[in-house]
């Protein structure tokens, strides 16, 4: 059998722990003996990342935004534990936040469905894409608590001048105050991502905050989408037969809910960060979780949205059996690959990518699984748990 053949190279960002022996075996398995794998590849192990002082991280960022498309790997974000497990210099910042800063990118997050795992909400047919904005609000505020008889104000200078606002007199009682801050730029940022990526998946974009109750600053999200929309999307979007609309975030929930899915739900950082998670129960399972982050320019970055799974990689270093799920990790792939098919024109690879995705599927709907699915699977055949990688084979029996 002829590989397919590729033309630009992928960024492939390895990494940690269970992941990374996962990431090996995707790749033995399920992608070189189909493609002929062209791969920029960067270590962000943890143990390189130390012997870089973290360069690696940044450089592959940078190739990110030179290709266009990265794949990454769950990598650990050390805190003291690992720092000392790993005898670290320093405490690394997290990847994804580094890789994130440079790329200025929105995380969008959607579930795989497969019949027999039953989302808790039985009208969710389709999947529902959290689209968060990682930039700002609570997630970079300044706080304080304020002594009774105290007062708290808010001061702006800019070019109109110096303003003070009081924010709260504690004459009464003491308590808490809270800063926090957005910018046009993020927000823009934000906006034309989720524009684009509602135009390149095909599915009607909503975009929710509470405008009513905060009237300036919720405001400033609607209005920039509202501008950028009609000034840059409104056609493209009519064309392609989506829609995009703006609702207060409590009507949002009370829709989505009621719901067959299939659209995109643009959150403003906290928001996307609750609702993320509970749509990522709601459908089953965060093993099943994709991911993928989607730069202003066009960049893509793809990945699972799970972790390196530290407990299952102890178990496997003492000579265990894992049945570790690989499936948002074989999607990290697919998706990647996919992208890079659609930019360079090669529909082989695109539909390489499909065919994985299927035969993925496929295996589950057979049966076989790993063991958290089959732990909550509901299907028409009896589930029969398999190890990680005697489940990546099952794949590949139904590739070929
Ligand atoms: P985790 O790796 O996502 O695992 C948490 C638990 O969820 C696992 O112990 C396992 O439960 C279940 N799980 C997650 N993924 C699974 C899969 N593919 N198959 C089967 N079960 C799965 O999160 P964590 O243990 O909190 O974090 C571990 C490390 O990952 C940390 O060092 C953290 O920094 C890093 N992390 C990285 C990323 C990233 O790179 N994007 C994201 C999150 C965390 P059971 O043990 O009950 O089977
Ligand atoms: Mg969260």
Excluded at 51 to 77: F, L, P
Excluded at 360 to 388: F, H, P
């Amino acid at each position: 059998m002829q590989k397919i053949k590729m033309t630009t190279p992928i960024v492939e960002l390895d990494g940690d722990e269970m992941t990374r022996h996962i990431w090996a075996w995707i790749k033995e398995i399920l992608i070189e003996p189909y493609v002929d794998l062209k791969s920029e590849y960067y270590d962000l192990g943890l143990v390189n990342r130390e012997k870089t002082a973290d360069k690696i991280t940044v450089d592959a960022a940078n190739a990110i935004k030179k290709y266009g498309v990265g794949v990454k790997c769950a990598t650990i974000t050390p805190n003291a534990q690992r720092v000392k497990e790993y005898n670290l210099s320093q405490m690394w910042r997290s990847p994804n936040g580094t890789v994130r800063a440079i790329l200025d990118g929105t995380v969008f997050r959607a579930p795989i469905m497969v019949d027999g795992i039953t989302p808790y909400i039985p009208t969710w047919t389709k999947p529902i894409t959290i689209a968060r904005h990682a930039y700002g609000d609570i997630y970079k505020d300044v706080e304080g608590y304020v002594a009774r008889g105290g007062k708290a104000k808010l001061v702006i200078e800019d070019s109109d001048g110096e303003r003070e606002i009081e924010i709260f007199d504690y004459s009464k009682t003491g308590g808490v105050v809270m800063g926090m801050h957005n910018t046009d730029k993020s927000i823009s940022s934000f906006a034309r991502s989720c524009f684009n990526y509602a135009l390149d998946t095909r599915q009607s974009l909503w975009f929710a905050a509470k405008d009513t109750i905060s009237k300036t600053y919720d405001h400033r999200f609607k209005d920039i989408f509202a501008e950028i929309f009609n000034a840059e999307y409104k056609e493209k979007f009519e064309n392609a037969g989506i829609e995009y609309f703006y609702t207060l975030i409590d009507d949002a929930v009370a829709r989505v809910i009621r719901s067959e899915g299939g659209m995109i739900w643009a959150c403003k950082n906290y928001d996307g960060d609750v609702m993320s998670d509970m749509v990522a129960t709601a459908f089953g399972s965060l093993a099943m979780m994709t991911s993928v982050l989607v730069s202003p320019e066009g960049n893509y970055e793809y990945e699972a949205a799970h972790g390196t799974v530290t407990r299952h990689y102890y178990r496997f270093l003492k000579g265990e059996e894992t049945s570790t799920n690989p499936v948002a990790t074989i999607y990290a792939w697919s998706g990647g690959l996919r992208k890079r098919g659609q930019l360079d024109g090669i529909s082989e690879l695109c539909e390489f990518a499909d065919r994985l995705e299927k035969a993925t599927v496929d295996t589950i709907e057979s049966g076989l699984m790993t063991g958290d699915l089959a732990a909550i699977y509901k299907g028409k055949s009896q589930a029969t748990k398999l190890n990680t990688v005697d489940f990546l084979k099952e794949i590949a029996k139904r590739l070929d």
